[in-house]
């Protein structure tokens, strides 16, 4: 069975982010590895459980067909984690699919992924900086609920959940 990384936040990941996606793909066949920073039952901001497989360090990008990267405010402790960084650079130089949604998109940005790329990002009327995060990491910030380039995949946020999970398996 291919499998596919969902990496997530050990507390507040986004629900939706991680349910929806999840269910499709296994749904389509997939196997969904959890992967986080520690091992048990992640918890999610709005109370959803999922059971970590595997820790971030421990991650073989090599063994997966796609690395998706879940929001949440959980996400925010990964923006500058080099653990993190390097499975998502990995997963570039690999050819792997390589997706992240909500605020996770800075992950991949904060790493130097997005440079030069379009990509999007979660943003609210209030609060537009996480945009700002992306452009000075040099990606072109398109205010769309999903942007695809290349082998990346970003989506802006649990309302876009299921169209994020059928552009992750429409490209697997």
């Given at each position: 069975m291919k499998k596919i990384a969902f990496i997530i936040a050990f507390k507040d990941f986004n629900d939706e982010e991680y349910l929806i996606p999840k269910q499709i793909l296994e749904s389509a066949g997939f196997e969904i590895i959890t992967v986080s920073n520690n091992l048990g039952e992640a918890i999610g901001s709005e109370g959803a459980e999922a059971i970590v497989n595997v820790l971030i360090k421990d991650l073989k990008v090599k063994n997966f067909i796609a690395i998706v990267f879940i929001g949440g405010?959980?996400?925010?402790?990964?923006?500058?984690?080099?653990?993190?960084?390097?499975?998502?650079?990995?997963?570039?130089?690999?050819?792997?699919?390589?997706?992240?949604?909500?605020?996770?998109p800075i992950i991949l940005?904060?790493?130097?992924?997005?440079?030069?790329?379009?990509a999007t990002v979660w943003s609210s009327n209030l609060d537009k900086s996480f945009i700002n995060i992306l452009k000075k990491e040099g990606a072109n910030y398109i205010a769309k609920p999903i942007v695809i380039d290349n082998n990346?995949?970003?989506?802006?946020?649990?309302?876009?959940a299921k169209a994020f999970a059928i552009k992750i398996l429409d490209r697997l």
């Open positions: 405010s959980g996400a925010l402790k990964y923006f500058d984690d080099s653990n993190v960084h390097h499975i998502a650079l990995e997963a570039i130089s690999e050819k792997k699919l390589l997706a992240a949604i909500c605020i996770a940005a904060k790493a130097g992924i997005l440079n030069g790329k379009n990346i995949i970003t989506a802006s946020g649990p309302e876009s």
